[in-house]
């Protein structure tokens, strides 16, 4: 009877000497390297500013941050990646307002959802577009823009990186504001678009601020106005859309971090913390401000969240109105 009382004690006594090594195996999160999916191709803005971000990342977490690219369907394909990542938090994606908010609405069949699938971790900030007209047409206000199309019906054409994309809807939206017609034009991507506005092939775009700002400095495009609430830091000097009249119009691709949905909220709160105190690091200011992102006013998860569910909300509106559809 002593011997299993003995042996009993032996146990139990073994058993709560583990506990703190569990315990601290549980808190050790990182203990391994994390990746980054940048659902896009290398070489763009967005895949330097998850590069930037990830390389700072590392002062502020006790492991790596790998970059992978996973490029594809407009962001698709990167973001069903991680959306059937195990939910770790060691999978992380640099997304989106294509995969995490105009997806959604614009392919007939995606296999995950822009709020079911993942958690959020940090809003990192938006990219203002701005409408840009060609020298040629002879507006040079928003106001005067809109009198000038309807005038002369038909004859203004916008150039967009291809159906759906935020030039494209930024358009749309425009259009059913404003009672104008602006004729789309979609091309494959930003450089095509832009080479033909830039020749006179087609009269104007809602391009993003990064892409026409040294054309605008140059002369060669005209800026009429910033699409967001708020004039954009990179070109301050232009008014926006809303400041002309048109109250309530304000577009941009944003961009967030977001993990697989099921990731743990303590992980989640080491997360957004490192990625926080990234975000303020000189280095990365610098880098976002020259290529024109504005901050995220709140950077919280819980703010991520709220704006990813409005804006999936918002284009599904406009894609209907677009009648824009993608196998």
Request: charged share 15%; no cysteine; proline share 8%.
């Amino acid at each position: 009877m002593k011997k299993r009382i003995f042996l009993s004690a032996l146990a139990a006594t073994a058993v709560l000497a583990g506990l703190p090594t569990l315990s601290a195996a549980a808190e050790s999160f990182p203990s391994k390297p994390l990746t980054l999916v940048i659902p896009y191709p290398p070489g763009g803005p967005t895949d330097a500013m998850a590069r930037t971000l990830a390389s700072e990342i590392s002062n502020f977490l006790t492991q790596p941050m790998i970059v992978e690219n996973r490029a594809g369907a407009n962001g698709n394909i990167g973001a069903e990646h991680v959306a059937r990542a195990a939910p770790d938090g060691y999978t992380l994606m640099f997304g989106t307002s294509g995969p995490l908010a105009i997806n959604a609405s614009l392919y007939r069949n995606l296999n995950y959802d822009p709020i079911k699938s993942y958690a959020p971790v940090v809003n990192v900030g938006y990219l203002p577009n701005i409408l840009v007209v060609h020298p040629s047409v002879p507006a040079k206000t928003v106001p005067e823009l809109v009198a000038y199309s309807k005038k002369n019906p038909g004859k203004l054409t916008f150039a967009s990186s291809g159906s759906g994309a935020s030039s494209h809807l930024a358009g749309v939206m425009f259009n059913g504001l404003a009672g104008t017609d602006f004729m789309h034009v979609p091309y494959k991507g930003t450089g095509p678009a832009l080479s033909d506005l830039l020749g006179g092939h087609v009269t104007m775009s809602f391009t993003d601020v990064l892409t026409a700002k040294p054309y605008v400095e140059s002369g060669k495009l005209r800026a009429l106005g910033v699409t967001t609430a708020k004039r954009s830091q990179a070109l301050p000097d232009v008014p926006t859309v809303a400041e002309q009249g048109y109250a309530g119009y304000d577009v941009s691709v944003f961009f967030g971090i977001v993990a697989p949905a099921g990731t743990p909220a303590d992980r989640i709160a080491t997360l957004h913390k490192a990625f926080a105190q990234a975000l303020q690091s000189e280095k990365v200011k610098a880098l976002f401000a020259s290529q024109g992102l504005e901050a995220a006013p709140d950077s919280s998860p819980q703010a991520l969240g709220k704006f990813i569910a409005q804006e999936k909300a918002k284009w599904a509106t406009v894609v209907e109105k677009s009648g824009a559809q993608v196998n």
